[in-house]
């Protein structure tokens, strides 16, 4: 009976050694194999190695691009197919193991493990990499920069400085650091991170060109602003770079304290351009009249006419004055509309269409009046004289005389010399082509009524456009 006993241990004994021992060669063959029943990001592991397991997860990645960010944070895109980007999971996978693998695969026997790896290094080769990174825009311009600081001119933006020393690229650095950011796994690249721009040392003609730049710059910084009426025109780096005085070479002239100097001949220059723009005294411009077609018309007695001389002696001044704060300056005029700006007959006027022989009186572009009336008699040739005009009067009960006649009328609004608008109350008709044989001396004959409405809504200065 004992004997059989012994027997039966030495049976279980050496059961139990066979299963220990094969535990024991399990747990030893996944040290370096992936347990039973085990997946990972879709693949099938169960018995592969690192190194298959890694081959089979590369080849299912689908590879994203590579941005690198340069000195400005401008984004630029490196093709992973061109650089020979190469995904590598084997740090992971090793690390799986070893929290996984040896005597922990038994619990793979329960179910399936199902795992998501998300931590993946990259390689790229050294040559395709370093090949593609000098075809990118900015890469390839940074090879063309030149050393050194120079103050150039161009005529959209006006002074600028070309330096050469400031952000270089240190192309090898940047491209250990892309490829240390790859090892990392990090596809987003950002050069001011890695050290990557570097500056030059400036020489003496550098130091030079630099001290001119910032003295431009202060003069730059000058924050004034035309005020034209509907436009306004700030002085901006281009317009006032135009206003500097220049050696033989083109450089900007300066002064002991290292400022530009202003030249008084160039801003006279720029305002002769400014009042060409804006002047409209004795020049001819064409008017949308209300019958429907646009008629050419002369400025007579109205008119904008920019006082330059002064301007020139304002402008110059307040440039030397280093001004910091932003101000809006209203040009000094010789003659000045109704309306400041291009448009200086503006959307309140009279028009005289004295063809038609009709009035209208516009207020903030709205039509508020209109009435036939009669002009000068074209018969007689005392026929109203075309022009851009303007009231430049209002009186009540006034008494008109000429050679021949001495008329009372309750409201005069002269407009150019002795031709003005006022009533008539002495007509029984208007309109139509009573002016070819019974017209005025010259002046603009309205009902009285509607005279009367006229003469309370008109402003003095206000413009009136008389054709035919």
């Known amino acids: 009976m004992r004997k059989a006993a012994r027997i039966l241990l030495l049976i279980v ?5 066979v299963v220990l021992s094969g535990g024991l060669a399990l747990g030893m063959y996944y040290r370096n194999n992936f347990p039973v029943n ?19 997860l590369a080849a299912s990645t689908v590879l994203s691009d590579i941005t690198v960010l340069d000195l ?5 895109i490196l093709d992973p197919e061109s650089v020979g ?29 199902k795992s998501s790896l998300s931590q993946v290094q990259y390689g790229a080769d050294a040559e395709k990499l370093a090949a593609c990174f000098g075809e990118l825009d900015f890469a390839r311009q940074e090879s063309e920069r030149t050393d050194g600081c120079q103050v150039l001119y161009q005529e959209e933006t006006g002074y600028y400085l070309k330096d050469g020393n400031k952000g270089r690229l240190n192309r090898d650095k940047a491209l250990g650091y892309i490829a240390d950011c790859l090892l990392r796994g990090n596809l987003e690249i950002d050069l001011r991170e890695g050290g990557c721009y570097e500056d030059l040392e400036d020489s003496a003609r550098d130091g030079s060109q630099r001290r001119l730049w910032q003295g431009l710059q202060d003069y730059f910084d000058c924050r004034l602003t035309y005020d034209m009426g509907t436009e306004q025109i700030p002085l901006t780096p281009d317009i006032l770079s135009t206003f500097l005085k220049t050696d033989e070479k083109g450089e900007p002239v300066t002064d002991e304290g290292g400022r ?9 220059a720029w305002l002769e351009e400014l009042a060409a723009r804006y002047d409209t005294c004795d020049t001819v411009r064409e008017f949308q009249s209300t019958r429907g077609d646009i008629v050419s018309v002369k ?35 010789e003659k000045q509309g109704f309306v400041r700006g291009l448009d200086d007959i503006g959307d309140t006027y009279i028009e005289v269409d004295m063809t038609q022989q009709h009035m209208y009186y516009y207020a903030a572009g709205e039509l508020v009046l209109d009435t036939d009336v009669v002009t000068g008699n074209t018969g007689r040739k005392m026929g109203t004289p075309e022009g851009i005009n303007f009231v430049y009067n209002k009186q009540r009960n006034r008494v008109l ?24 109350d ?3 008709e208007f309109g139509g082509e009573i002016y070819k044989r019974n017209g005025s001396h010259g002046c603009i004959n309205t009902p009285p009524e509607i005279m009367a409405q006229l003469y309370e809504l008109v402003e003095v200065g206000t413009p009136v456009v008389m054709f035919y």
């Open 260 to 268: 530009p100097v202003t030249d008084g001949e160039r801003v006279a």
């Open 38 to 56: 085990t997946w990972i990001n879709g693949v099938y592991c169960t018995g592969k190695t690192v190194e298959e397991v890694n081959a089979e």
């Open 72 to 76: 400005s944070g401008r984004r630029w």
């Open 401 to 424: 005389r000429g050679a021949d006649y001495a008329t009372p009328v309750k409201y005069w609004m002269p407009v150019k010399g002795g031709v003005g608008i006022h009533d008539a």
């Open 13 to 17: 004994l050496c059961g139990l050694l």
């Open 85 to 113: 980007l190469t995904p590598d999971y084997s740090p992971a996978l090793r690390a799986y193991l070893r929290e996984n693998a040896t005597f922990f695969w038994m619990r793979n026997l329960e179910q399936p493990v």
């Open 299 to 333: 400025y007579v007695t109205y008119g904008t006419r920019l006082d330059v001389k002064a301007e020139q002696e304002y402008l110059t001044k307040a440039l030397e004055a280093e001004r910091r704060e932003t101000e809006l300056h209203v040009p000094v005029y």
């Open 426 to 428: 002495w007509r029984r």
